[in-house]
């Protein structure tokens, strides 16, 4: 059975950093794409980092680059984000999401099969 739980999520400042992480187990991460959601309220969920299968490629919302850096620990089968110099906007839950196979980015949340639980974020002006 493949579960996801997400841990990391808290209130922060603005500028300030969180590194969320995503643990997996009923399978192993190296072999599924990966993403990282996030939901805010009234809002539709939206993709913000993906990482292939190998890791070899990743992907992220615009209104993330440069900020977030998704990553993952193929020992520890986890899957990380760790977001910097953090905006009142990226306020939501925050979800990881696993699929076996996506097109292109990886950013839709269509493509998933499995979701975590979610974290919350909140970051404060």
């Known amino acids: 059975q493949v579960q996801l739980v997400e841990s990391g999520g808290g209130s922060v400042q603005a500028g300030g950093s969180l590194r969320l992480s995503c643990a997996a187990s009923?399978?192993?991460?190296?072999?599924?794409?990966m993403g990282w959601f996030r939901q805010a309220p009234g809002k539709e969920r939206e993709g913000v980092a993906a990482?292939?299968?190998?890791?070899?490629?990743?992907y992220y919302a615009d209104s993330v680059k440069g900020r977030f850096t998704i990553s993952k620990d193929n020992i520890k089968n986890t899957l990380y984000l760790q977001m910097n110099s953090l905006k009142p906007e990226d306020t939501a839950m925050y979800y990881c999401?696993?699929?076996?196979?996506?097109?292109?980015?990886?950013?839709?949340?269509?493509?998933?099969?499995?979701w975590g639980q979610g974290t919350q974020v909140t970051v404060s002006s």
């Open positions: 999401a696993a699929a076996w196979v996506v097109r292109g980015t990886g950013l839709t949340p269509d493509e998933y099969m499995y």
């Open positions: 990482i292939s299968t190998d890791a070899g490629s990743t």
């Open positions: 009923g399978y192993t991460i190296s072999s599924a794409s």
